[in-house]
T-cell receptor
């Protein structure tokens, strides 16, 4: 089975940096994903890590440590539109994605 | 436009009704999924279809019945639901076998309310 933990809520100021942590315990591992979900909308893919290290994509970066069962999503230069839920998901095998409960990020002006 | 389209977007049904949710993808993917999203809970994987064959059924009650007529279309037939089944039902698709970049794409979901 899978056990994926992430904080429930985080608040930050526009222009700041926020780091969302995710820890996992899984029976199999074939990649870790981060998704963004605005209220009432589909989750959209943000990043993918399968090897240890940092992946950078513009203002968003994601880090993975497989030995520690740990990942984080780093959001830089926060904008109001970044207010959303961020979902950490671990893939087991070819297709089975297990999700954390999501972290709701609120960006204040 | 996410490439995965779900209809209807909202559905209110009584406990004795029968309804169906529809999902369609035009991404050339060969795997399709149904997830249930309840408030403050992780997305729960319900069913997986790989090339039209059901490969996963996560102990879902029989009042939920999936159908996958081809690799582009997926249905979820609902009957005699309970109020606790009220949730957002998300469809997703991906490519199998998985490799870098084969992330799942999600539809916008159907907000289901059982009264």
């Amino acid at each position: 089975g899978q056990n994926i933990d992430q904080p429930t809520e985080m608040t930050a100021t526009e222009g700041a940096i926020v780091q969302i942590n995710c820890t996992y315990q899984t029976s199999g591992f074939n990649g870790l994903f981060w998704y963004q979900q605005h209220a009432g909308e589909a989750p959209t893919f943000l990043s993918y890590n399968v090897l240890d290290g940092l992946e950078e994509k513009g203002r968003f970066s994601s880090f993975l440590s497989r030995s520690k069962g740990y990942s984080y999503l780093l959001l830089k230069e926060l904008q109001m539109k970044d207010s959303a839920s961020y979902l950490c998901a671990v893939r087991d095998g070819d297709y089975k994605l297990s999700f954390g409960a999501g972290t709701t990020v609120t960006v204040r002006a | 436009e996410t490439g995965v389209t779900q209809t209807p977007r909202h559905l209110v049904m009584g406990m004795t009704n029968k309804k169906s949710l529809k999902c369609e993808q035009h991404l050339g993917h060969n795997a399709m999924y149904w997830y249930k999203q309840s408030a403050k809970k992780p997305l729960e994987l319900m069913f997986v279809y790989n090339f039209k064959e059901q490969t996963e059924n996560n102990s879902v009650p029989s009042r939920f019945s999936p159908e996958c007529p081809n690799s582009s279309h997926l249905f979820l037939h609902l009957h005699t639901l309970q109020p606790e089944d009220s949730a957002l039902y998300l469809c997703a698709s991906s490519l199998i076998p998985a490799s870098e970049g084969t992330e799942a794409f999600f539809g916008q979901g159907t907000r289901l309310t059982v009264v």
